[in-house]
């Protein structure tokens, strides 16, 4: 885990990531099981698609509890 001077999240190339990634993450999966349950499997394939472009970040940024947050959203499928 990278941080600089200010304690922000730094990526290998010293790019800076936010807690958003997983906000938005969180908003994406909350919002394809409502989409799901109303039948919208286009709108659902989309914020799907949408959630899953952010593993890569998440995982890029090394976050200490990555692993349990996705195991709790994935839960929360089921």
Known sequence: MILDDYKTLLTLNSAELYNNLYNDFDSYYFTTIILI??????????????????????????????????????????
């Open 37 to 78: 349950e109303k039948g919208l499997h286009v709108e659902f394939r989309r914020a799907l698609s949408k959630a899953s472009t952010l593993v890569e970040q998440i995982l890029r940024a090394e976050y200490p509890r990555t692993l349990a947050y996705f195991l709790e959203v994935f839960i929360y499928l089921i």
